[in-house]
């Protein structure tokens, strides 16, 4: 017999999701925008907590982190050269 074995509860489990820390690049994709991880969820803590890479309004994203992706760059490392 061939095929692919396993547990089918396993296909009700959601998909692994990227777990943002402190310092990240991330996008959030429920906005579409890219912002630097600035708290995450913890004790007093019920979200994660973004901030464009220049700085400017904070926003938040569920706990869960299942609107974050990660970012290229890095706010202190800019991608490519513009010209």
Same mark, same amino acid.
């Given at each position: 017999?061939? %095929?692919?074995?396993?547990?089918? =509860?396993?296909?009700?489990?959601?998909?692994?999701?990227?777990? =943002?820390?402190? %310092?990240?690049?991330?996008?959030?994709?429920?906005?579409?925008?890219?912002?630097?991880?600035?708290?995450?969820?913890?004790?007093?803590?019920?979200?994660?907590?973004l901030?464009?890479? %220049?700085?400017?309004?904070?926003?938040?994203?569920?706990?869960?982190?299942?609107?974050?992706?990660? =970012?290229?760059?890095?706010? =202190?490392?800019?991608?490519?050269?513009?010209?």
């Amino acid at each position: 017999m061939s %095929g692919r074995r396993g547990n089918p =509860a396993d296909a009700n489990e959601p998909a692994p999701t990227w777990a =943002a820390r402190l %310092g990240d690049l991330a996008q959030d994709t429920t906005t579409g925008v890219v912002g630097v991880v600035v708290d995450i969820p913890g004790e007093g803590v019920y979200s994660y907590h973004l901030r464009p890479p %220049g700085g400017g309004k904070e926003w938040t994203a569920p706990r869960d982190g299942s609107t974050l992706l990660p =970012a290229h760059g890095s706010p =202190a490392e800019p991608e490519g050269d513009p010209d």
